[in-house]
């Protein structure tokens, strides 16, 4: 009996060629590669997705689901016995078309697919391109663009193949970091006591301050004013946000409280004799 049904649909012509089985065989094809797209997808997100990175999961994703779908229409199409063969060729002859007039849509998805291989940050990192004049932190890195929110809370996108050839500077992909500030003290000053006040109120006053590598201080110049001393300072990554400001406030403090002087910019005038 379920022979006989499928014989008479089998017999029972839409258009052409096109019968209500092949229709019929279609639709299940079409069904279960939905299906299968949304089980593949489902597991990706259960057991692989979490030890990936934001971003390159939700991508991977989208191939997986889109891939499947794409494979289920090919075998659609095979069923009902349509040549693609023409379609392909226009196709082809189009994509080229196409390509030449979205040359940057499809540099910025090469790109993406780079970023993604490569890694050179991933989402939450704090980076800084020095090409743009553009650091905060990466919140994605999308199929065309990336996303970046400035320390101003400003959101800031950008092309990723301009974000893929740009130099990238990652200011948490290290453990520690090293803040630096310069000061100058005058020239009746002693050096040697004024680095030795320094480093006690560096220590007794930072205490996330690295003693390995200890803080280093280096005599940059003799200025015209002033002695300029170079502070360099260790500290580890999470702090990097306030050791600057507290690293100048604890040296102004403590060249203040030594009596050690740090003088304006001064200049000597010479008058001739008539």
Known sequence: MPLEFLQSLSEMYIVGELTVLSLLIGGVIMAGGIILAKIAKLLFHKYYAPSLPKDTAQNISKLIYFGIL???????????????????????IFAVVIGFATQSVVSNLISGLFLMVE?????????????????????????????????????????????????????????????DVMVGISYESDIEHAISVMRHDIFENMPFVLQIPEP????????DSSVNIHVYVWHPRDDWSQVQPVLLTIIKKSLDKSGIEIPYPQRVIWTGKD
């Open 216 to 223: 280093e201080f280096r005599i940059e110049e003799l200025g």
């Open 70 to 92: 794409i494979i289920s229409f090919l075998g659609f199409t095979s069923s009902q016995g349509i040549d693609l063969s023409g379609i392909m060729v226009a196709g082809g």
């Open 119 to 179: 890694k050179p940050a991933k989402h939450g990192d704090t980076i800084e391109l020095p090409d743009m004049g553009i650091s905060g932190t990466l919140l994605d890195v999308g199929t065309f663009s990336s996303k970046i929110r400035r320390f101003d809370g400003t959101i800031t996108r950008i092309p990723n193949d301009k974000f893929f050839t740009s130099n990238i500077r990652s200011l948490t992909l290290s453990t520690v970091r090293r803040a």
